[in-house]
């Protein structure tokens, strides 16, 4: 995912992007969630996530931390988000 939010309510997502990583981490089948930050511009981040599989990542969309991110969104949280799909050649 790579999102940009809204200057004014930066402290509302970092307090909800901290609780959804932290709980997709412990989700069964959840291999890796980062967030990192970008560094020409402090108001965009990237979600970088990594599920064994596709039952994963439905169990991960039904999770309460997943659905408050759907919800910072449609609260008007976000200049813009979007996601991508991608499967694995090299990992570690």
């Given at each position: 995912v790579e999102a940009e939010i809204k200057e004014d309510?930066?402290?509302d997502f970092l307090s909800m992007i901290e609780k959804?990583?932290?709980?997709?981490r412990e989700e069964p089948g959840c291999?890796?969630?980062?967030?990192?930050?970008?560094?020409?511009?402090?108001?965009?981040?990237?979600f970088y996530e990594v599920y064994e599989n596709?039952?994963?990542?439905?169990?991960?969309?039904?999770?309460?931390?997943?659905?408050?991110?759907g919800e910072f969104k449609e609260s008007g949280g976000t200049v813009s988000s979007v996601s991508k799909k991608a499967g694995g050649i090299?990992?570690?």
């Open positions: 309510r930066m402290d959804n990583a932290v709980g997709s291999i890796r969630f980062d967030v990192l930050q970008s560094e020409d511009s402090p108001n965009k981040f990237f596709a039952d994963a990542i439905a169990h991960h969309k039904l999770q309460p931390h997943y659905l408050a991110w090299f990992m570690t």
